[in-house]
């Protein structure tokens, strides 16, 4: 069963940056997908970002934003493969949200559709 922790929300003042952690665990592939979603309130669930995760030789790390947070928002992997982070900076008071950690093994399932999920951290931004 795969598990996924979410850490690394707070208060933080517009223009400020903020990092998050999601560490993974049972995984029982080598290719998959781990991605960032949030809900603000009142809101529906947003795709934020996602990277895609394969070795060998394939060896990919193709990575997804959406619009809202391209060019402010950085995803990435750590040494352990399991462990993904978003690095959120110029923040704004419309990222206000819970952030939602999720993974699945079909790279498709980018930005949306993941089968694993999650609890979430909440960010909120000051103005």
């Known amino acids: 069963e795969v598990q996924l922790q979410a850490s690394g929300g707070g208060l933080v003042q517009a223009g400020g940056s903020l990092r998050l952690s999601c560490a993974a665990s049972?995984?029982?592939?080598?290719?998959?997908?781990i991605g960032w979603l949030r809900q603000a309130p009142g809101k529906g669930r947003e795709g934020v970002s996602c990277?895609?995760?394969?070795?060998?030789?394939?060896?990919?790390?193709?990575?997804y934003y959406a619009d809202s947070v391209k060019g402010r928002f950085t995803i990435s992997s750590g040494d352990a493969r399991n462990t993904v982070f978003l690095q959120m900076n110029s923040l704004k008071p419309e990222d206000t949200a819970v952030y939602y950690c999720?993974?699945?093994?079909?790279?498709?399932?980018?930005?949306?559709?993941?089968?694993?999920w999650g609890q979430g951290t909440q960010l909120t931004v000051s103005s």
């Open positions: 999720a993974a699945s093994d079909n790279r498709w399932h980018c930005p949306t559709d993941f089968t694993s």
């Open positions: 049972g995984f029982t592939f080598d290719d998959y997908v």
């Open positions: 990277i895609h995760i394969s070795d060998g030789e394939m060896n990919d790390r193709s990575t």
